[in-house]
Each structure stands twice: as C-alpha cells, then as structure tokens.
C-alpha cells in the first residue's frame, strides 16, 4: 500500500481494503488532473502538505455521499490546485 493511499484511506475513515482499487484510482486520477493543470509530475510527491491536501480533498469529493459536501470540496480542491498552478515551486523543475 502507497504512503498517499493509507493517507487517503484515513482521511475518508475507511479501515478495510475493501475500496482500496477504487481509491487508489481517484487517487491517480487526481494525480492525473494536477498534471494537466501545470504541475510538475515529480513535484506530485507523498511529502507535500498542499499535494496531500490537494489529493484528499479531490478524494472527498468524489467519496461524499452528500452533493453539498461533495460540491464544498470540489470548490476546496480546485482553489488549491489553482493556487499551486500559479507558483514555480510547482510549475518548473
């Protein structure tokens, strides 16, 4: 198990590998949309607090049983990400 997925999996409350296929690829999809906006692949790293941010609230969207939730941390992921699209730190190697 990925240091992002136990992270992602903790961050939803979820204690069994039940989901863990279906996490793993929001997880990757939410890698794969930080990519396209800009952002540097290896900056896309198990280390970064505003990554992990970014990735847990992509995740929490997409697991929210509830549309508001769900539409709050949309709202939440794609600030965050545009934030981390307009710094170098992120952008360049």
Do not use: W
Not at 7 to 21: H, N, Q, T, V, Y
Not at 51 to 68: L, N, Q, V, Y
């Amino acid at each position: 198990m990925t240091l992002f997925l136990e992270k992602i999996k903790l961050s939803l409350r979820f204690d069994d590998d039940s989901l863990d296929d279906d996490i793993q690829d929001v997880i990757d999809a939410a890698k794969a949309d930080l990519q396209l906006s800009g952002i540097v692949k290896s900056k896309i790293n198990e280390d970064d607090p505003l990554i992990i941010r970014a990735i847990k609230t992509f995740c929490k969207s997409e697991f929210s049983t509830e549309d508001k939730e769900s539409e709050r941390y949309r709202g939440s992921y794609e600030m965050l990400k545009n934030h981390l699209t307009l710094s170098l730190d992120y952008t360049t190697e």
